[in-house]
């Protein structure tokens, strides 16, 4: 996220709210139309009061996908109903839903599989760094730009030597632009992972965000699980404010549901199939 305040930035602040999903993916078998509307609707309700708190989703685009730099660029066109509203700073961008006025902020960002097959999400940043890399590099190579960079959950991979390779990572770089990232596929009857208390005592951030899978109807759930943030704020600079927050400590309240047991096996079966196919064909 941009560390450079524009003239007037001080004057413009003021506090706001911010709702953010924080593990955002957008793939090719969503609908484009249905995706927005379940971000608007879904945010909203993640964060209701009067004014209203400012939606954010940060993006983690994975692989080929390339949606913020299209989208920023004019090549990747909106549904009708919404267009988008450039602000100061070149990895954040508002789509606003011209019905009601109503904007939800996309900030640029990516995921990184490493070699040893763990998340590195890499947030304020439209760099691609390749997968494949050691863990080390890629959180090197993350917090040498502008973003910060996530850790995040997945089933089973934070446990036995992976486990070992995480606390490894955030006893180096336990810092103020890293944080660890909850997300909706921990499912309800799991508990808090050990790791995360290990982030509470270093004063790294637990964040969450939706994580959805690559399937159609999986747009559904963006928006549904994320964390709350209060800052001063310049509405022209959003990725900036939600950064100096979570660097000055802001604790972030997390809201939103997790998956039920029948959600949860639904869904990791549909993984186990997809990677199985995948493999053989």
Sequence with gaps: MSHTAGPGTAEAERPERFVIDGHVHLYECFHFEGFLRSAFGNLTRLGPGEPAPRRVMLLTEAGSADYFRRLTAGELALPAGYRLEPTDEPVSVDV???ADGARCTLVAGRQIVTR???EVLSVGSAETIPDGLPIFEV???????????GLAWGVGKWLSGRGRTIAQVL?????????VGDNRSRPVFWGRPRLFA??????VAVLAGSDPCPFADESALVGTYGFVLDAPA????????????LASGTRARLVGRRDGVPTFLRRQGRMFLRKHVRRTR
């Design 234 to 245: 310049d509405p022209r600079r959003p990725a900036e404010a939600i950064r100096r927050a």
């Design 139 to 149: 959180m090197d190579r993350v917090l040498a730009g502008p973003g910060v960079a």
């Design 198 to 203: 290990l982030a509470d005592r270093l004063g």
């Design 171 to 179: 006893k180096r770089y336990a810092g103020p632009r890293v944080f």
């Design 96 to 98: 606003v839903r011209e």
């Design 116 to 118: 040893e097959d763990l």
